[in-house]
């Protein structure tokens, strides 16, 4: 598992892969990626602590992903977070959280205060039926307005059964009309039921792909280890 990585196009930074005691939701059908977590929080903290000893702070800006939402990570990860980015002159951290844990950000940017915390979100698409039917993402009836308050960031999903083209440039300019940055994660086979659509993944690559592709607010992960972590296909 590569947990250490960094990303020098775009919007660069340096990203961990850190671990915590696992997704307390666990319900989006896509997912198995909450797979990666361990109930002990000193075998948790002995690896992160490891993780974070490569972060060097070469641009000032750090991103952390748990496999889950920010508080599973613990407050002495959380401590060990803020002692390197103290260290290392990070000015902006990200973090990623569900949306049910919105209440829990405020507490998070004050703990990180005097940096600059960004918090992204899987919102995987606007179109309510695909997201709550289908998904299971556990935020139905949010609006962008809603979502927009909380977080900065957005990861949406592209290539899965049901969806359209239209509705992912829905999901695209809607989420560039709402949010600093947005994610776009192709689908990629793994252990759920949910299967990458191989047509519809054709047509976004042909009709969207070259239209963002070059736009600074818009990552594309065609592979889930194309942000330098995870665990190679
Ligand atoms: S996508 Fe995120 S919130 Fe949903 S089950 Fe996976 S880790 Fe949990």
């Known amino acids: 598992m590569l947990r250490y990585g960094i990303i020098s196009e775009k919007d660069p930074r340096e990203i961990v892969l850190l671990r915590g005691t696992g997704c307390f939701y666990k319900k989006c059908a896509f997912c198995d990626y909450h797979l990666d977590a361990c109930l002990d929080d000193d075998e948790n903290v002995a690896l992160n602590k490891s993780v974070l000893k490569q972060v060097t702070g070469v641009y000032g800006n750090l991103e952390v992903i748990n496999s889950g939402s920010f508080h599973e990570l613990g407050e002495r990860t959380l401590s060990l ?50 997201r709550e039917g289908y998904l299971k993402k556990g935020m139905p009836g949010v609006t962008p307005e809603e979502v927009a308050r909380y977080f900065e960031e957005a990861n949406f999903l592209v290539g899965v059964k049901g969806q359209t083209v239209d509705m992912i440039l829905r999901d695209v300019e809607l989420g560039l009309r709402y949010f600093k940055r947005i994610t776009l994660n192709v689908m990629c086979d793994n252990t759920t039921p949910v299967k990458p659509d191989k047509e519809v993944i054709a047509e ?16 594309i992960l065609i592979h889930n280890t194309d942000f330098t972590v995870g665990t190679p296909e």
């Not at 976004?204 to 990552?219: A, C, Q, W």
């Open 204 to 219: 976004f690559m042909k009709e969207i792909y070259p239209k963002y592709i070059l736009d600074n607010r818009v990552d």
């Open 81 to 130: 977070i803020r002692e390197t980015a103290r260290e290392k002159g990070i000015k902006m951290l990200h973090f990623e959280a569900h949306y049910l844990v919105r209440d829990k950000i405020a507490g998070l940017r004050s703990f990180f205060s005097g940096i600059e915390v960004r918090m992204r979100v899987g919102l995987e698409t606007f179109d309510e039926n695909l």
